[in-house]
């Protein structure tokens, strides 16, 4: 019986679907089942849509206000999300706008030429540099360790230890002449000290906000460069760091 039930499955005839008739060839492939539920399911969805789009505008109170009325514009009949600014200070604004990179780079440059300069005359090793560092001296016993007399070992004046560079020994400060200085010369040194100091920070601020201007051009650059990749902003600008974005990763062949 099993046989039979075999040879009669082998023996059924295959039903195809149908084709398009030859007096409608021009019409293209026939539509069939699965591509009319796919066609209607589209249809339905999109009418669906429309349908709640009209009631919310029936329901839209006019007098209501949404930031995104402000936050977006139809530019050539294409809507945009406006570009919302970063958060600069108004000089920083004022230079972007007026100035082109090369400028800034130049300038970053002459400013960082600058503070190198003025490093070296004023010495300032000890005070740009906030790294600390360590000095290790090894010791016999504990009682070594509270007999250390760091001057004496350094052989140096008490009052120069604090010092990272610059700290004569005693055999050279005995060598040394020193010239009688009046007071009011030396108040008038401390004070051009002191405008040295100020004059070097300043320019340091400075140098610091061209390289955020800097970097901020140059990352401008590259998204008019890389307009179809879209990138993700990850971090707004401000007045110490550049904006971020992040790249979507682009496998080369």
Request: proline share 3%.
């Amino acid at each position: 019986m099993s046989s039979w039930k075999k040879a009669a499955k082998s023996n059924q005839k295959v039903h195809r679907e149908r084709a398009q008739p030859s007096a409608r060839q021009h019409l293209g492939l026939l539509e069939k089942k699965k591509d009319y539920k796919q066609r209607a399911r589209d249809h339905n969805e999109k009418e669906a849509t429309l349908k709640l789009l009209r009631k919310r505008a029936l329901n839209k109170n006019p007098d209501e206000f949404y930031h995104h009325m402000i936050n977006s514009k139809i530019h050539r009949g294409e809507h945009r999300e406006i570009e919302k600014g970063d958060e600069f200070t108004k000089d920083q604004i004022k230079l972007m706008q007026t100035q082109d990179l090369k400028y800034v780079t130049m300038k970053r440059t002459m400013e960082a030429n600058k503070i190198r300069r003025l490093q070296g005359q004023l010495h300032m090793t000890d005070v740009v540099n906030e790294t600390p560092s360590k000095h290790i001296f090894f010791v016999e016993d504990e009682q070594e360790a509270n007999e250390f007399d760091l001057a004496k070992r350094l052989d140096t004046h008490p009052d120069l230890i604090g010092r990272r560079s610059n700290r004569p020994r005693l055999k050279d400060l005995e060598k040394l002449k020193l010239a009688t200085v009046s007071a009011a010369k030396i108040e008038s040194i401390n004070h051009e000290r002191k405008l040295s100091y100020a004059e070097l920070m300043r320019r340091i601020d400075r140098e610091k906000d061209l390289t955020v201007v800097q970097k901020t051009f140059e990352i401008k650059r590259i998204l008019k460069q890389k307009r179809a990749l879209k990138p993700k902003l990850v971090a707004k600008g401000t007045p110490h760091q550049a904006p971020q974005f992040k790249f979507k990763f682009e496998r080369k062949r």
